[in-house]
C-alpha cells in the first residue's frame, strides 16, 4: 500500500519547471537593464 | 636537529559545502549572472512545489513560476532587496500573492476550456469590428450620406431627423410643421427613393 501511494505521489506531482523556462529567465536578467535618472526610473532590454 | 615548531591541524568541525542565499544574492546584485542560476537551481523543487501544490496545473506553475523570479530579478536590479538571510521566505511570499492574484482572476474571468467538436468562439464574438470591416462600414456610411444628398430636401429632412437624430415622428413633425402622416409619407418616400438610386447605380451597401 505504501508502496503504491508513493508511486501515485510522483506520477500526479510536479517538482521542477522545465529548463525552457530557466533559459527564459536567465536570459531575461542578462537582458534586462534598471536605472535611475533624476528620481525616475527607467526599465529596458539589451540585447 | 629541532623539528619545527608545528602548530597542531585544526580539526575541521563544520564544513560548509555551498555557498549562502545571501552570498549569492549579492554576487548577483553585483553582475555575476551565474548566481542566479544557483539561486533558482537551488530553490526549484521547493517554489515548484509549492506552487502546483495549489494550482494543480502544471502549464500555470510554470507561468507564476516564471512570474515569480522576474519579480525577484526586477527587485534585485533595482536595489531594492534588503537581506536578512530570509531569500527562500521571500520569494515563497511573491509566489503565494502570484497564486492568489492567480485565483482572484480566474474568479473575475473563468476560464473556459473547449473541446475538438465544440469551439467557445463560434458561438460568442468581439463585437468590436476588425480593421477591414471598419473600413468597410465607413465607406459604406459616407457613400449613404452622399445617396442622401440626393433626395428632396422635404424627404431629407425627415429621413435625417428619423435615421441620424432619432427623433420620433411626432417630434419630426412638430419641427417641420407638418402632420405625422405627412411626416410618414415622406420618409417612406425617402426610403424608396434611396432604393431605386441603389438600383439604378448598381451600388452595393453591405458589410
Redesign the interface.
Known sequence: MEKIYSNYQEQT??????PK??N???S???A???FEYEDL?F?TFLN | MDLPNLKPLKKVTRMKLQIEDSELVRDYISGN?SA??VL??RH??RI??FI?SKVLD?DI??DI??DT??KV??TL??GKYSEEGKFLPWVMRISHNLIIDHFRRNKRMPMFEGSDEFNIFSVIGDDKLNAEKQLIKNQIDTDLRQLVEELPDDQKEVLLMRIYKDMSFKEISENTGVSINTALGRMRYALINLRKIIDKNNIVLTN
Do not use: A, M, P
Open positions: 506531482g510536479f517538482n521542477k519547471v522545465c523556462t530557466i527564459f529567465l536567465l531575461y536578467s542578462q534586462l537593464y534598471e526610473s526599465e | 549572472e542566479l542560476e533558482i537551481n526549484n523543487q515548484t512545489s502546483y502544471r506553475t510554470e513560476f516564471q523570479f522576474i530579478i526586477k536590479k533595482k
